[in-house]
């Protein structure tokens, strides 16, 4: 009796997981020359044109400032930094170029808080998971992607702050390279 369940289980499994295999792989074409990176960056709420932007702010820096935990603080700066990439790709959309260059200055000084941080947590014997880093690494390339996109809409005057993000964004990259 059990061997009759378990084949018509299998059975029945099989008639549904085939067909996805095949829509899979008859659907998805992968592309090569597009080097779009896979990571979703979070609603970035209020922007700063917004006249309780402060309010935001405010309450960012009280999370910063009340959060002890180096881990935990190093979540936040990543979220924080990602919701500030996000902020900016909406004010490049936007046309507000200066904000959206402001904002993502703050996301690379964010970012690179969380290196020194997580240093400290392995020289005080903790440890984090791989899967942070990765999140850390996809995250950094793209804030990279990003700053591309906005360079594309700005004029020739900010390219070289520009340039200067971008090259935060090696250090970054660099900074998470050096704790492996």
């Known amino acids: 009796m059990k061997q009759v369940l378990i084949i018509i289980i299998t ?29 979703q960056l979070p ?5 700063p044109d917004h ?5 935001k702010i405010m309450r960012d820096n009280i999370l910063v400032f009340t959060t002890r935990d180096n881990f935990k603080k190093a979540n936040l700066y990543l979220h924080l930094s990602d919701k500030n990439m ?4 909406e004010l490049a959309n936007k046309g507000t170029e200066q904000l959206a260059i402001d904002q993502l200055i703050q996301a ?3 970012f690179l808080r969380i290196p020194p941080l997580l240093k400290d947590i392995k020289e005080q014997g903790g440890s984090y998971s791989n899967d942070f880093m990765i999140e850390l690494y996809q ?3 793209k804030h990279r992607q990003v700053i591309t996109d906005v360079m594309e809409k700005t004029t020739q005057a900010e390219i070289d702050t520009l340039q200067s993000l971008l090259q935060k964004n ?3 990259k660099q900074a998470l390279d050096n704790l492996q």
């Open 108 to 110: 690379e000084d964010r």
């Open 11 to 39: 059975f029945i499994s099989a008639l549904f997981f085939i067909p996805s295999i095949h829509n899979i792989t008859r659907s998805q074409s992968i592309n090569i020359e597009e080097k779009e990176v896979i990571y």
């Open 51 to 55: 006249p309780l932007y402060i309010v």
């Open 43 to 47: 609603y970035p709420g209020l922007l």
């Open 86 to 89: 996000s902020s900016a790709l």
């Open 139 to 141: 995250s950094n390339a």
């Open 170 to 172: 090696e250090d970054a």
